[in-house]
Structure formats: C-alpha cells, structure tokens
C-alpha cells in the first residue's frame, strides 16, 4: 500500500496573488452584451450591482491580481487547505495511478466558496455598500456570503433555489445562523418570482431564476449589491489561491499532475484548481496536461449545450454573456447537487472548451454516489453530491491507469463536505433515488 500523504503549507508561504486566465487565453473573451442594445456592456451600466474593483477584475490583463490583507487575514481561519494523498483509494482500486486532493471541505462553511466570498464582501464594504443580495443552490454559496456580510457588518440576503430549500434544511439553519434572511426561490416576492409561480405554482425552482430575483431586490436600493458565487470571472479568480496553493503542495512532493479534475456547475471550484496549472499548459511547458470539467448528465451545459450568448438569468435581467448553455429558461431535475443545477457555464471555461484546452465528462447521480461512498469508505470523508462528480471520474481515470499500467498522477480538487447533505446519502442508501432524470 501507498504511504499516505498530507502536505500543510505553512501560512507564511501563503500565496498573495490571485492568478488571473485572461492574461493568457490565446484569445480574447466575447464580451458580455447590453440586451437592449447588443454592444458591449459598459462598466457604468454593471456599476448597478458591483463593486468598481469586481468590474475591473472582469476585464483585467493584469496576470497577478494582488490579495488584500484585510481577505488574506481571513483566510488564515483555514488556509492554506490541505493536499491529501488518497493511499487507501489507490490500493482499493489496485490502481499504478497516484491520486491527490486540495481538501476545501476544510474551510469555516465547509467548501471552498468563502474564498471569494470574503473578497467579494470586503470590496463592497470598500465602496459604501451596506447590503449584498445573492442566490445559492445547494446552499454552500449562501452559508459563505453569509458568514462572510456578518464580518464586515453588511445585511445579507438570500434566495435559495426552493428543491435544495426543502433537500437542505439546516443549509438555511446555518445561513440564519449568521444573520442571513433565507427565501425559498421562486417566491411572491418580486416580479421575477410571480411570473414563474404563475406558470407553475409547484416549480422547484432553478439557479437562473434565483439570480433573476436577487438582481430584482438588489437594483431597488442604491446601497445594495448583488453578490454572485460562480461564473464570472472575478469569483473565478478568487477561487485560484486553490491551485496556486496546490503548485506549492505539489513542488514540495517534487510531483506534478498528469491530470486535473474538478466538478462544474457555474466553474468556480474547477476554476479555482485548474486555472493555475492550465497556465502551464497554455504558455506550452506542459503541453500533455489534461483538465476535465466533470458536470451531471442532468445539467450537461458543456457536453450537450450550445455555445451562444445568452442570459444568466431566467428574467433576463443579465447582461448576455457567451457561454454553453441549455438556456436560461432550462429547470433541472431534482438531483441532490444543487450547486451543478445552472443552466450555463462560466466564459472563460466556455471559451477553453471550445478551443480544446479541457475536456468535459457527464454522469447520473446514481453513479454519482456509488463512486462517493467508495470515497467516503477508503478516505473517511464524505463528500459533498458536487465534488463527487470529480471523484467518480478519478476513479475512472485510475482504472484506466490499472488496464494500461501508466503510473499517472492525479490532481483533483474536493470542493467540499457533505456532512449537511445525509438526508441524500439516505435516500442513496434506502435505493430511493434516481438517476436524475425526473424533473
């Protein structure tokens, strides 16, 4: 058997800069589009619902983005996060193959989404902001927003898509527990909510739609925001201390991955572990490397979407932006992953797809937590439904290592735990879900 393997990086030599893509995509990304006019949104027109300093982080070039202090300091509640060897999968699956994880799981709110959840609220504190508006799917998102608006003394907001409301209860507990108000979206609240009961008074809501409602309530006072957990670049950015901090874990290993995996749903956590090293891969010094963005056959916006301008919400109330997408009216089947149930993927992802830079598999939730309770048994931890979507398909990769007999090195980032998500494990385990097919 493998010797198993943690490697903690002292908080000394925590990285102090995010790493941002658009410095070297090999070109440029489609710019988001005014609906009305179809030119290129302006930041003053964005300057509604963000931050100058987030807007600029859209469209930077900049490579290195410095981190303030102020987010660094909280970082170190948890950071730099663990890399874990997975000795005991390695021996179960019998596999040649070396298998890696950045545990985010270990992170206050349990996955990595504080990490710009913390830079997010400290740049509208930084401009006069008082309140941030946001939605949250499996509630992750949600917990951190909110923990991270209680530090910085801002109100908080939340719409949460209402099937993982009702999955997730003590998701909700936790966001109330900060300070947070939490509504079950789509709600009689606002415009965007009403529209939708009306149609179908029992829908279980989508991400698109809860964007469309926090955007509503946040344009309607001048010192609130809207907040978003994924997609856009500047949370992408925020997410690459992940990976800038698994190349230092990695070098001290004197290792370096064959492959990288990270579930996806908007992008961010497969961002956050990917983009640093699909870096190297970009600039041609590790030409080989292969990245795959692992999604729910259920939500396939990568595998099965199409590539076009659309909005980020259900309402349109976005700016268009390019991406694979299933549409923005798209409602997914109930499956437990709440946080993969987005009807689009983030640009930068997109336009890395598209050029081949990744690759992109899809699995049903059966599959999906068979392979996570492999995990769970070898690893002692349990993930959460999202982040098993990147341990099923390291367990592919690592079987096909065994077939062939290549020694790989597997990188894979576990986005999180899944300690608030039994109620679904229970249901796995009673043979009481499907494949995540039903709507």
């Known amino acids: 058997m493998s010797e198993n393997k943690i490697v903690f990086l002292e908080q000394t030599k925590m990285p102090t800069h995010y790493y941002n893509i658009l410095a070297d995509l090999p070109k440029p990304l489609d710019p988001p589009l005014n609906p009305a006019t179809k030119q290129p949104a302006t930041p003053q027109e964005l300057a509604a619902i963000f931050p100058m300093d987030l807007i600029m982080q859209e469209v930077t070039q900049e490579r290195f983005i410095e981190i303030p202090d102020e987010v660094r300091d909280l970082y170190r509640l948890s950071r730099p996060?663990?890399?874990i060897r997975a000795a005991n999968l390695e021996a179960e699956l019998q596999t040649p193959a070396k298998i890696y994880f950045k545990y985010e799981g270990a992170n206050p709110t349990g996955?990595?989404?504080?990490?710009?959840?913390?830079?997010?609220?400290?740049?509208?504190?930084?401009?006069?902001?008082?309140?941030?508006?946001?939605?949250t799917g499996a509630g992750q998102w949600g917990s951190a927003l909110a923990m991270a608006c209680k530090h910085f003394g801002l109100e908080c907001e939340i719409f949460m898509v209402k099937v993982s409301y009702n999955q997730k209860p003590y998701r909700k507990t936790f966001m109330r527990l900060f300070g947070a108000t939490v509504h079950a979206s789509p709600t009689n609240l606002t415009n965007a909510g009403r529209k939708v009961l009306e149609k179908d008074p029992d829908s279980p809501g989508s991400l698109g739609i809860a964007i469309s409602e926090a955007i509503e309530v946040a344009v309607q006072r001048d010192d609130t925001n809207y907040s978003l957990g994924s997609v856009l670049n500047h949370v992408l950015l925020h997410q690459t201390i992940i990976g800038e901090e698994a190349r230092l874990q990695m070098e001290?290993?004197?290792?370096?991955?064959?492959?990288?995996?990270?579930?996806?749903?908007?992008?961010?956590?497969?961002?956050?572990i990917a983009f640093p090293f699909l870096r190297d891969k970009l600039n041609g010094t590790k030409k080989n490397l292969e990245v795959i963005a692992v999604e729910p056959s259920s939500c396939p916006s990568?595998?099965?979407g199409k590539?076009?301008?659309?909005?980020?919400?259900?309402?349109?109330?976005?700016?268009?932006?390019?991406?694979?997408?299933l549409g923005h009216d798209f409602i997914p089947p109930k499956i437990h992953a709440g946080g993969l149930r987005y009807h689009g993927m983030a640009p930068t992802i997109s336009l890395l797809y598209n050029i081949g830079a990744i690759n992109a598999k899809a699995y049903g939730q059966l599959e999906v937590f068979k392979a996570a309770q492999l995990f769970a048994q070898c690893e002692g931890i349990v993930p959460a439904p999202e982040s098993s979507h990147a341990v099923k398909e390291v367990i592919e990769q690592a079987l096909r290592c065994?077939?062939?007999?290549?020694?790989?090195?597997?990188?894979?980032?576990?986005?999180g735990h899944g300690f608030l998500d039994l109620g679904a494990y229970e249901l796995y385990l009673e043979n009481l879900l499907d494949n995540g097919n039903s709507k």
């Open 252 to 272: 001290m290993l004197d290792e370096y991955p064959d492959v990288v995996i990270g579930c996806v749903g908007g992008g961010s956590n497969f961002a956050g």
């Open 302 to 304: 990568l595998t099965k």
């Open 81 to 83: 996060t663990p890399l």
């Open 111 to 135: 996955s990595h989404k504080t990490n710009t959840s913390y830079a997010q609220a400290y740049y509208n504190k930084k401009a006069g902001i008082k309140k941030l508006v946001t939605e």
């Open 402 to 415: 065994k077939e062939t007999g290549e020694a790989k090195t597997i990188l894979f980032n576990l986005s």
């Open 307 to 325: 590539f076009d301008y659309d909005f980020g919400d259900e309402a349109g109330l976005t700016p268009l932006i390019k991406m694979y997408t």
